[in-house]
């Protein structure tokens, strides 16, 4: 996604209703999602282990995920992203290349093999820009 474009979307405002291509996601990104009222979401587990030896998965929030709204051409994505420390840096680079923005980042758990850290962000333009967008964040 090119920050003009996404600087040029800024002066928009989002559809009234929402319309977005779950397929064309799903196509770039390569899992399968959800669509709800004509939003998209897809959601990518992750996996740890506590000191007690209870794994702690997807069901139980460790993962990242996707929530689009708005049309194809006029999109707003937002969501979580979870990874390991080392891969902490080379996602947020990767996100803010392409002009997506980072909200907060944080831990959820203490003493989890591996560790996992959370980065919220969001980003504005066309659907399949955010999608491959987050498909290069998630090669990191």
């Keep these: 996604m090119k920050k003009i474009a996404f600087a040029a979307l800024s002066l928009v405002t989002l559809p009234a209703s929402n319309?977005?291509?779950?397929?064309?996601?799903?196509?770039?990104?390569?899992?399968?999602g959800q669509a709800?009222?004509?939003?998209f979401k897809i959601v990518i587990g992750r996996k740890t282990t506590l000191p007690c030896g209870c794994e702690m998965t997807k069901d139980m929030g460790?993962?990242?995920?996707?929530?689009?709204?708005?049309?194809?051409?006029n999109a707003l994505v937002d969501g979580d992203f979870a990874v390991e420390?080392?891969?902490?840096q080379p996602v947020l680079k990767s996100l803010r290349?392409?002009?997506i923005n980072i909200v907060a980042i944080h831990s959820h758990m203490t003493e989890e093999n591996p560790r996992i850290l959370f980065l919220h962000y969001w980003g504005r333009g066309?659907?399949?820009?955010?999608?491959?967008?987050l498909k290069a964040a998630l090669a990191r």
């Design 19 to 32: 319309s977005i291509a779950g397929k064309t996601i799903e196509d770039i990104i390569g899992v399968k």
């Design 36 to 39: 709800n009222n004509g939003m």
């Design 62 to 73: 460790v993962n990242t995920w996707a929530a689009f709204a708005g049309a194809d051409e």
């Design 85 to 88: 420390e080392n891969q902490l």
């Design 97 to 99: 290349h392409d002009g």
């Design 126 to 133: 066309r659907t399949i820009d955010l999608a491959k967008s």
